[in-house]
T-cell receptor, first 116, second 113 residues
């Protein structure tokens, strides 16, 4: 069965700290896709990144970086030098290729609070 | 202008009322979805549509119905609203070339009293 676990329910940091959000997934497929979405206090869901199962290269985008490790079924998200504007709920999600175009399976989210 | 719009953005209604939530998109995507978000539960799929003639139930379709009026429009109806349908509802779309990636609208916050 497919499943996404975000064990950290809430994280609080002070500005400029680095923070890592954990995501562990379960799937029987060899081809799948992983995602991170950001939900700021305003409520919308913002797409951050898509990674397919054959691409284990880490990715960096500004202060954001993602570490994908198939060996541990993890797709962790790190924010470097956090800012107050990073305060949001972050969701990790999974889509199996054989069910592509159907449901995204979401984790329950991690609430990140960054204080000044 | 936003690519995926939802109306209304907020709605308060009473138990037993019929409610329709609307979603429109200018992305030209064929696939559209309705999810609901409940605190601490993440998002769960209600219905999805691959095109105007292809509509499918998701994980939690009971108590809901949908209508795909056109490629760009996908509506969600609650025939007889009940309090446990109080939630944040999201519409999403995905392109044919990357059907796995979904782009979400701003959400509709629905409260059923």
């Amino acid at each position: 069965a497919q499943k996404v676990t975000q064990a950290q329910t809430e994280i609080s940091v002070v500005e400029k700290e680095d923070v890592t959000l954990d995501c562990v997934y379960e799937t029987r497929d060899t081809t799948y896709y992983l995602f991170w979405y950001k939900q700021p206090p305003s409520g919308e869901l913002v797409f951050l990144i898509r990674r397919n199962s054959f691409d284990e290269q880490n990715e960096i985008s500004g202060r954001y970086s993602w570490n994908f490790q198939k060996s541990t079924s993890s797709f962790n998200f790190t924010i470097t030098a956090s800012q107050v504007v990073d305060s949001a709920v972050y969701f990790c999600a999974l889509s199996e290729a054989r069910q592509a175009g159907t449901a995204l399976i979401f984790g329950k989210g991690t609430t990140l609070s960054v204080s000044s | 202008d936003a690519d995926v719009t939802q109306t209304p953005r907020n709605r308060i209604t009473k138990t037993g009322k019929r409610i329709m939530l609307e979603c429109s998109q200018t992305k030209g995507h064929d696939r559209m979805y309705w999810y609901r978000q409940d605190p601490g539960l993440g998002l769960r799929l209600i219905y999805y549509s691959f095109d105007v003639k292809d509509i499918n139930k998701g994980e939690i379709s009971d108590g809901y119905s949908v209508s795909r009026q056109a490629q760009a429009k996908f509506s969600l109806s609650l025939e007889s609203a009940i309090p446990n349908q109080t939630a944040l509802y999201f519409c999403a779309t995905s392109p044919s070339e990357h059907t796995d990636t979904q782009y979400f609208g701003p959400g509709t916050r629905l409260t059923v009293l």
